[in-house]
């Protein structure tokens, strides 16, 4: 019996979104290319942002990057203002939903 974690399930994370692929997002055997899985990540977190109000993208200011295993993702906000206070370090685990800054209007 090795010391390997089991798999994590669907429960252990608050979000979740349904992505279609399409036939070419895939090789021949059937992994899914890396760059499409980036898009895919990108297009939910920014989906996230949108629907809870923190992101416009038509009239946002960039206030910061959400880094996904070394792709960057600018990310706005419709609130004019400074951040005052970081919720997050450098390489700290966060989760979907969780504050990282505080804006000061």
């Known amino acids: 019996m090795s010391g390997r974690p089991g798999p994590h399930r669907r429960?252990?994370?608050p979000h979740a979104r349904v992505l279609t692929t399409r036939?070419?997002?895939?090789d021949?055997?059937?992994h899914m290319n890396n760059v499409v899985h980036y898009e895919l990540f990108d297009t939910v977190v920014n989906a996230w942002?949108?629907?809870h109000g923190a992101l416009d993208i038509q009239k946002s200011?960039?206030?910061g990057l959400v880094e996904?295993?070394?792709t960057f993702n600018e990310v706005k906000a419709d609130v004019a203002g400074r951040i005052v206070k970081f919720l997050a370090e450098n390489e700290d685990?966060?989760?979907a939903g969780q504050p990282i800054a505080e804006?000061?209007?």
């Open 28 to 30: 021949p055997y059937g």
């Open 93 to 95: 685990a966060i989760m």
């Open 103 to 105: 804006i000061e209007a």
């Open 11 to 13: 429960e252990d994370y």
């Open 68 to 70: 996904v295993m070394k």
């Open 61 to 63: 200011e960039v206030i």
């Open 23 to 26: 036939w070419a997002d895939s």
């Open 49 to 51: 942002l949108i629907e």
